[in-house]
């Protein structure tokens, strides 16, 4: 189940914005819970034990700006999509340093509704990689893990090896051209015969040396025929993060 959370200290606000959420989410047929709040600390407080996925924060708060609460977010917890409320556009670009998801622009016609939906829409796309499966390993014991915390698949003869965040790496009897369709929906890409890469862990592709530089420093080299490919998927990739 989805926790929102929405922090407006503007109580009409902070009521319109949750029932506009609602209602979007409940005409995609997703299950989720939503909490109001009207102070950043209160939320962060909430937030140290339920541990939120989404938050529409303002970022003009009596008790301190949304600007410091994502500092705050930031040292405990990576993975909350924050959408800026405002109602000074100005503050969009200063925004954008906290790296947000989106923003929202308080307005009080239909225009706000259509932008709650456009970025609700994106916003689902992207919980789509944050998706939990779980890995069969032998003996029977499996493994429960994140699909962005997957940083790329490479396959040695009849094994996969899951290159994982943090983690050790998990080696899986399978074959790369079964899953391959599979993971392509959540931003997975074959760069190589043996080579799948997870696009949210990308750190730097080098074209000219026909490698990818991934999240963990790994470099992992790419099929030169698909070079203009790699590169045009990449670039659609950045773009759906806007």
């Not at 339920?50 to 008790?63: G, R, S, T």
């Amino acid at each position: 189940m989805l926790k929102i959370a929405v922090v407006d200290d503007n109580e009409v606000y902070l009521n319109l914005i949750t029932e506009l959420i609602k209602g979007i989410f409940k005409e995609n047929n997703i299950s989720f819970e939503i909490s109001k709040f009207s102070l950043g600390g209160d939320f962060l407080m909430s937030n140290a034990t339920e541990k939120f996925n989404v938050v529409f924060l303002d970022i003009m708060l009596p008790d301190m700006q949304g600007f410091d609460v994502v500092d705050k977010l930031n040292e405990t917890q990576s993975n909350i999509f924050v959408i800026f409320i405002t109602t000074e556009e100005g503050l969009v670009y200063k925004g954008y340093d906290y790296r947000p998801f989106n923003f929202v622009v308080k307005e009080e016609d239909s225009s706000m509704e259509t932008r709650l939906r456009q970025i609700i829409q994106k916003l689902l796309k992207h919980l789509s990689r944050f998706q939990i499966i779980t890995l069969e390993l032998p003996r029977g014991i499996k493994k429960e893990i994140e699909l962005n915390q997957i940083v790329y698949i490479s396959s040695d003869k009849n094994y996969l090896i899951y290159c994982i965040k943090n983690s050790e790496p998990v080696y899986l009897r399978q074959k790369i051209s079964d899953i391959e369709i599979a993971f392509s929906e959540f931003g997975f890409f074959r760069v190589h015969k043996k080579h799948l890469i997870n696009w949210g862990n990308v750190q730097k592709i080098h074209l000219d040396d026909f490698e990818i530089v991934m999240s963990t420093g790994d470099k992992i080299p790419f099929n030169k025929l698909l070079k203009n490919k790699i590169e045009q998927e990449y670039l659609l990739y950045l773009r759906s993060l806007r």
